[in-house]
């Protein structure tokens, strides 16, 4: 497959773990103008320091900017877009028609991404970003694949990215007030509290008394009555590069390292050698929702998950590997597991999905352990393959 694979990155070393498990681009946020500020983000001169990190790679990095803007925001973003343009950035994602007016203004050979926050759902849409001088754009989730196809076929000579893995917003493309009424957090601005996710109740009270806080039933399964399923489009990237998708992103930005290893590995094999069955298998192992292909396929009334907000991985993050001989290996621990355990390599190299039983364990200190236990400490395990700095150890459950 041609199609990049584009993937998120809330800090830089969640970079180096989407490159190295193989993104083909990254997408980052700085301290201002992203919708994720719940996520570390970068500051200036980290991502002057990523961006050359990712290009030395040959990877690219997309930077994010956008939130709905203000009046007051305007010079601040000017003065942003100037700074992405001289870091070499890639492109700059904008949302606010008025975001792309100052940096078409302050910085020319900045490339623009139009994001799926503004809602592009029709081929004339595209055709109005192309011609405000937009090299892409992000698809709003809620588009099939035919009408992807239309839109290519309408303006050929603009990029199209589509959201391919990872939560989805029970708002269209994102628009969302919910986090404003209930938290007082704006969500169009960076700050959202995902209510979404949330269990409701409903309050009874009738003249005589207050009965107190009733669930709301759905099916009898809970009250995640606006907890959207994650989306999964693994089995389907051949037709969405038919279509005409040439980026293939996926979200998560607040997700944690062992969940953008997983995804990040999974696709990547999917892509060079279509490996659907283990694909599925894999996506199944980090925390997830129930998945769906949301509208991929046409309308679609079955994408709301009442369960549960989000259901645990089919494995348990157990260690990242520091470094390996191939008969010792020394971890960082980051989940409780003891001597006789099993344990599996996530790697995006040859020993991926290899088992071993830790039958020794000592810990920085050189104590011969059976229980490791320290969260953080450096262990030195027995382990048979020489694994990679970066790769990381799991436990099946």
Same mark, same amino acid.
């Given at each position: 497959?041609?199609?990049?694979?584009?993937?998120?990155?809330?800090?830089?070393?969640?970079?180096?773990?989407?490159?190295?498990?193989?993104?083909?681009?990254?997408?980052?946020?700085? &301290?201002?103008?992203?919708?994720?500020?719940?996520?570390?983000?970068?500051?200036?001169?980290?991502?002057?320091?990523?961006?050359?990190?990712?290009?030395?790679?040959?990877?690219?990095?997309?930077?994010?900017?956008?939130?709905?803007?203000?009046?007051?925001?305007?010079?601040?973003?000017?003065? !942003?877009?100037?700074?992405?343009?001289?870091?070499?950035?890639?492109?700059?994602?904008?949302?606010?028609?008025?975001?792309?007016?100052?940096?078409?203004?302050?910085?020319?050979?900045?490339?623009?991404?139009?994001?799926?926050?503004?809602?592009?759902?029709?081929?004339?849409?595209? &055709?109005?970003?192309?011609? *405000?001088?937009?090299?892409?754009?992000?698809?709003?989730? #809620?588009?099939?694949?035919?009408?992807?196809?239309?839109?290519?076929?309408?303006?050929?000579?603009?990029?199209?990215?589509?959201?391919?893995?990872?939560?989805?917003?029970?708002?269209?493309?994102?628009?969302?007030?919910?986090?404003?009424?209930?938290?007082?957090?704006?969500?169009?601005?960076?700050?959202?509290? *995902?209510?979404?996710?949330?269990? !409701? *109740?409903?309050?009874?009270?009738?003249?005589?008394?207050?009965?107190?806080?009733?669930?709301?039933?759905?099916?009898?399964?809970?009250?995640?009555?606006?907890?959207? &399923?994650?989306?999964?489009?693994?089995?389907?990237?051949?037709?969405?590069?038919?279509?005409?998708?040439?980026?293939?992103?996926?979200? /998560?930005?607040?997700?944690?390292?062992?969940?953008?290893?997983?995804?990040?590995?999974? !696709?990547?094999?999917?892509?060079?050698?279509?490996?659907?069955?283990?694909?599925?298998?894999?996506?199944?192992?980090?925390?997830?929702?129930?998945?769906?292909?949301?509208?991929?396929?046409?309308?679609?009334?079955?994408?709301?998950?009442?369960?549960?907000?989000?259901?645990?991985?089919?494995?348990?993050?157990?260690?990242?590997?520091?470094?390996?001989?191939?008969?010792?290996?020394?971890?960082?621990?980051?989940?409780?597991?003891?001597?006789?355990?099993?344990?599996?390599?996530?790697?995006?190299?040859?020993?991926? /999905?290899?088992?071993?039983?830790?039958?020794?364990?000592?810990?920085?200190?050189? #104590?011969?352990?059976?229980?490791?236990?320290?969260?953080?400490?450096?262990?030195?395990?027995?382990?048979? !393959?020489?694994?990679?700095?970066?790769?990381?150890?799991?436990?099946?459950?």
């Amino acid at each position: 497959m041609k199609a990049e694979l584009l993937a998120p990155a809330g800090n830089f070393s969640k970079l180096k773990t989407a490159i190295y498990y193989g993104a083909d681009a990254v997408y980052v946020g700085g &301290k201002d103008f992203s919708l994720r500020s719940f996520a570390d983000n970068f500051t200036r001169d980290e991502l002057a320091n990523a961006i050359t990190y990712a290009h030395n790679l040959g990877k690219k990095v997309y930077v994010t900017a956008n939130i709905f803007a203000k009046n007051a925001d305007m010079p601040l973003l000017e003065d !942003y877009f100037k700074f992405l343009e001289s870091a070499n950035a890639d492109a700059a994602i904008i949302s606010d028609s008025g975001a792309v007016y100052a940096a078409k203004k302050s910085a020319p050979k900045l490339n623009i991404h139009i994001s799926t926050q503004a809602n592009l759902t029709n081929k004339y849409a595209v &055709k109005f970003w192309r011609e *405000q001088g937009a090299a892409r754009v992000v698809l709003a989730r #809620e588009l099939s694949l035919k009408e992807i196809k239309e839109i290519h076929e309408f303006v050929p000579e603009i990029e199209l990215e589509a959201f391919v893995h990872g939560a989805m917003c029970i708002s269209y493309s994102g628009r969302c007030l919910l986090s404003n009424y209930l938290a007082g957090r704006e969500s169009n601005r960076g700050e959202c509290v *995902q209510a979404c996710r949330w269990n !409701y *109740q409903i309050r009874k009270k009738d003249n005589l008394s207050d009965s107190g806080w009733l669930d709301i039933e759905e099916d009898e399964r809970g009250a995640y009555i606006l907890n959207s &399923k994650d989306l999964n489009m693994s089995a389907h990237l051949q037709e969405l590069e038919d279509s005409g998708v040439s980026s293939f992103k996926i979200e /998560g930005r607040m997700k944690s390292e062992y969940y953008l290893a997983t995804v990040i590995n999974a !696709y990547r094999r999917c892509m060079d050698a279509g490996f659907s069955d283990v694909t599925e298998r894999e996506l199944k192992t980090a925390f997830h929702r129930d998945y769906t292909q949301a509208y991929a396929f046409g309308e679609n009334n079955k994408t709301v998950n009442y369960d549960d907000s989000q259901a645990k991985g089919d494995c348990d993050y157990i260690a990242n590997v520091i470094s390996s001989n191939g008969k010792t290996a020394v971890v960082e621990m980051r989940g409780r597991f003891k001597v006789g355990d099993a344990l599996e390599v996530l790697s995006p190299n040859a020993d991926f /999905g290899k088992s071993f039983t830790v039958k020794t364990a000592k810990t920085s200190a050189g #104590e011969d352990v059976t229980d490791c236990k320290l969260v953080q400490e450096n262990y030195t395990i027995n382990c048979p !393959y020489k694994l990679n700095c970066g790769d990381i150890l799991r436990r099946r459950k």
